[in-house]
Structures are given as C-alpha cells and as structure tokens.
C-alpha cells in the first residue's frame, strides 16, 4: 500500500497529496475525477466504494465544496481517500461515479440534497432526504441548524392545517454532550446557553410558543 | 376493563327483561372497551407499541387489541415516533381517511414535542398537524405508560356527549 500515492501520482501528474492522520488521501481535479476513480478500481483492486460526501469550506472558501470519496479494497483491506474540489462556488459539479458503482446512486443524491453539488451524468439526481421542492440545502454553513420557515411539500394539507415548517426552538441550544466527561451528570446533554429557557426568553429571540403557567 | 359501572342500573325484578340507561352511556361504553389502534409507527416508540400488543403488557386487556393498517378500519391513531417534515402530509391525510369518532395519541417526547430533534427537519409535535386527545411523556415510554394512555382516552371517551353529536351530525 505504501508504494500506491507515488505509483498515482506518476501515472495522474495533476494529483497532490492530501494532509491524512491515517488513510493515504489525494486532492484530485474534477475532471481527472472519473480516470482516477476508473484506475483505482480496475488496476487497483479498490472495488468497493464506502462514502462518498461533501465538504462546505465556508462562505468565503475557494474553492467553495468538495466532494470527499472513501474507497476501500476488499483484496487487499486498505482505503484511499479521494478529495475533489468543485470548481464553480456558485453551481457547483463534479462528473458521476454510478457508472463506477451503482451504489454511488443514493450517495450522490444524498449529497445533492444536502449541499446542492450537482453530479453530472447522475440517471435520476433528486432529492433523498427533504422532500422535493425543498427551496434549501441544509448542511450548508450558511443553512442555520434549526431550519428556515418553508411551507409544507402539500399545499391541500398546508391549507388545511395552517402549518408550515418551522425553525425549531432551540431554547439556548444546540445541545451538547461533555466529552469525556466520567460524571454522567456533566455527561448529559445540556444546552450551550442555558440562561433563557420557554419561560424566560432571551431579548432579541424570536418569541417561543405560549407555555401555560 | 374491569371497573364498577354505575351507568346502567338494573334490577330483573323489577324491569324484567329491559335495561334502562342512558344512550351516552351505552353508546361510550362500546367505544370504550372496542377502540381499533391504527399502529402509526415511525420510530424506536413502535418497538414498545409492538411489546404492548404482545403478551407481557397485552393492549386485548383493554380491548384495543385490533391493530388495523389500514385507516379506514381504524379509529385510534397512535403516533408512535419522530415525524418528519416530509412525513407530515402523509401522517395527515391517513388521519383524513380514518372515520370518525376518531382520536389521536401522541405517543412519546418526538410526537409530543419534536423531542430532542430540535432540527429543520422534525415537526415540533404532531398537535401541529393532527388533534391530539392523549400525550405521553418519555423516550421511548414504557409500555405501561401506553396502557395508562390508553386507559386516559378511554375516561375522556366516556366523558363524550356522542347522543348530542349523533343527532346534531
């Protein structure tokens, strides 16, 4: 395993190492992204694609997100890291690996809904997760955790009901764990800000539902 | 249930064969002791709806033992787990398709309240969405607490004043 990021580089000069505590990782241009994908699994033996995510640098990042891919060899029981920067920051793609792996399908849809990364030559690129028509992509850095109001995906029941989907309140949190705490106590989850709560809410925040005394 | 009913006084000597009572009682009564549970199991909730049907805790000691999936044969909702945004409008349009007198029970902190998903993607409580007769606290709760739950809806059914709702529908 040890001689394989020279052998890759030689062969895919435009490679570059990428920093790793423990799997060999390379950075790889989006349009080398298939060849090199194509190489590692026919010559390579790395058959068997385990993740394939997104990364959102920042708002003010360049390149903007990258798409990270985890391949693993079931001959030989190693990983290679693959780390592909899109190009556009406002639209940003990267060429399909479902020709590669089937499996890639779900992924890369996952990854679309979540981060908005196009996958060119994807067969069926929807949403997975949110419902289709969601106008957001929620793992992006300027998406906050508790949501933006959005009305339901059915108008008939959104009509019926009154309801839309709300920014969940969030009541001082996000709520965290201690780590490595031995105290379970200290161990639970408790929210960063615990000085305002559904009875006391802070100034400035935007009013929480009426609790009854 | 097993509970003293003062509803329905009857003494065959003197009314012979006829019982008299009041048509809420009657009425109530059936309902009561014959809710058919459609099994809304969307989480970790329904693992502990399941052991209530099973026959440790046995839900047919109530008499709601006929778990339907289909709405239109049900006419009790346990929502049992975290309803997502996504799964909202469905949630609502089966409740659409049970007849009524219907109830709901929200069963657990995440059809409660959204639990501890306080995220863009959960419903901060099914109330938001369907009417909720019976909330039942914990995460997941226990099996006992369902039965409890159970037994809270069957006294509010007993409370319905159904004889003014059958003749005013």
């Known amino acids: ?213 | 249930m097993v509970t003293a009913n003062t509803e329905i006084g009857y003494d065959s000597k003197v009314e012979g064969e006829a019982i008299v009572s009041r048509a809420d009682a009657v009425i109530n009564w059936i309902r009561t002791n014959s809710l058919w549970p459609m099994p809304m199991g969307l989480a970790c909730c329904a693992i502990e709806l399941m052991a209530v049907g099973g026959a440790r805790f046995d839900i047919a000691r109530f008499g709601a033992e006929v778990m339907r999936f289909s709405p239109r044969q049900a006419d009790c909702m346990i929502v049992a787990g975290t309803v997502t945004y996504k799964m909202a409008p469905h949630l609502r349009r089966i409740y659409d398709q049970m007849m009524a007198p219907k109830w709901v029970i929200a069963m657990g902190a995440c059809a409660s309240s959204g639990g501890m998903y306080r995220s863009y993607a959960t419903m901060q409580g099914v109330d938001r969405i369907v009417p909720v007769d019976v909330y039942i606290s914990g995460c997941p709760p226990r099996p006992e607490a369902l039965l409890d739950g159970l037994i809270k809806l069957q006294e509010k059914i007993k409370r319905d004043p159904s004889t003014r709702r059958l003749m005013s529908a």
């Open chain 1, 1 to 213: 395993m040890s001689d394989l990021l020279p052998e890759m580089m030689g062969r895919f000069p435009t490679l570059t190492e990428r920093p790793s505590s423990d799997h060999p990782a390379v950075n790889v241009p989006a349009e080398d992204l298939v060849a090199v994908l194509h190489y590692l699994r026919d010559e390579k033996g790395f058959d068997h694609l385990a993740d394939l995510t997104g990364i959102d640098n920042g708002l003010e990042a360049s390149p903007r997100f990258t798409v990270v891919y985890h391949v693993f060899s079931t001959r030989d029981h190693g990983w290679v890291r693959i780390a592909a920067d899109c190009p556009d920051n406002a639209a940003p793609a990267v060429p399909s690996a479902v020709s590669l792996w089937p499996g890639a399908n779900w992924h890369e849809r996952e990854c679309f809904d979540m981060f908005g990364i196009r996958f060119e030559g994807h067969p069926d690129l929807r949403r997975i997760l949110m419902w289709d028509g969601y106008p957001h992509h929620p793992l992006r850095k300027d998406f906050p955790l508790a949501g933006i109001e959005t009305p339901l995906s059915d108008a008939e029941v959104a009509a019926e009901t009154g309801t839309t989907a709300i920014a969940a309140p969030m009541a001082g949190g996000p709520f965290v764990a201690g780590a490595g705490k031995l105290n379970l106590g200290e161990a639970e989850p408790h929210a960063k800000d615990e000085s305002w709560s559904e009875r006391h809410p802070q100034p400035g925040q935007p009013e929480l539902r009426q609790v009854k005394e």
